[in-house]
């Protein structure tokens, strides 16, 4: 009994060793650039206008939303530097594509390994790369809607700001958190079906939490604590400050958010690990 313990705890251990995990992953980095690869050619196989659909619901949104808030509700950002309409529905795009990266991801990921069944039964496969490849694909749509945002501030404003160098490093905890709810969630669907369901009620729920549409400053106090709670908060506000307004994040702040989401994610790691040897006992 004391030796099967004690096999099972440096299982665990090395499973939540960063430099192993990272090790292991490297080692199918090619496998990754390959299923990412298809991820994004998949989404547009067969269309007439390819890459025009990974922006064109996100600016029909955006859309919608600015109409909404910034034209019936007159919602304003304290830190804009001007009331005009086009700065605000700036603002709202730097957290919409912020979240977006985070709901696309997350929203496939209850049903990601039960809907490759044959990877999980007759094939010997790194299923642990799946999560990677999805979010690969929302980090290239990411990426577009960047480069859609950057022309747009070169046109309205006439200039960029010297932090958006700081992007990368403001990009580093979502996508760790977006993986480490990914391997958490991709596992539980294989054994909870609903969870698919409850995802997608917590992720309408979150987006309304998430100050995409309206600034944190304009919350009451005692409902503010609460929004600052959602991860999603302090990342959609960096990307703004980067982004747009010109400032700096909280480096301190920042570097607990990443050490918490990296602890995040290797602990997501783990647990999908440890699970999927259960997978096709389920499937």
């Known amino acids: 009994m004391a030796t099967i313990l004690s096999a099972r705890r440096r299982r665990i251990g090395q499973l939540l060793n960063p430099l192993a995990a990272a090790r292991h992953l490297w080692r199918q980095r090619e496998l990754i650039a390959q299923f990412t690869r298809r991820e994004i050619e998949g989404r547009y196989r067969g269309s007439f206008l390819g890459l025009f659909w990974s922006l064109a619901q996100p600016l029909f949104m955006l859309a919608i939303y600015t109409i909404i808030f910034g034209v019936v509700f007159r919602s304003r950002w304290p830190q804009a530097r001007s009331e005009s309409l086009a700065e605000f529905a700036l603002t709202v795009f730097a957290g919409l594509i912020a979240y977006t990266l985070f709901s ?57 700001p010297w932090t958006i160098i700081f992007l990368p490093l403001v990009l580093l905890p979502l996508l760790c958190f977006s993986l480490g ?15 698919g369901q409850l995802v997608a009620i917590v992720l309408q729920g979150l987006f309304f939490f998430t100050p995409i549409f309206y600034s944190i400053d304009m919350i009451p106090e005692p409902l503010r604590s ?35 989401t990296l602890g995040f994610m290797l602990l997501g790691y783990a647990w999908f690990m440890q699970t999927k040897k259960a997978f096709a006992d389920v499937l």
């Open 104 to 160: 696309e991801s997350v929203g496939r990921a209850a049903g990601l390994i039960v809907g490759v069944p044959n990877y999980v039964k007759k094939v010997v496969f790194p299923l642990e790369i799946l999560p990677f490849s999805v979010v690969g694909a929302a980090l290239f749509h990411l990426l577009v809607s960047i480069v859609v945002l950057i022309a747009a501030q070169l046109v309205l404003v006439g200039s960029l």
């Open 181 to 195: 709810m990914m391997w958490l969630i991709a596992s539980l669907g294989v054994f909870v079906r609903d969870i």
């Open 226 to 260: 609460l929004i600052l709670i959602n991860p999603m908060a302090p990342i959609t506000e960096n990307f703004r400050r980067v982004l747009l307004w010109g400032t700096l994040p909280s480096f301190a702040g920042l570097g607990l958010w990443l050490l918490a």
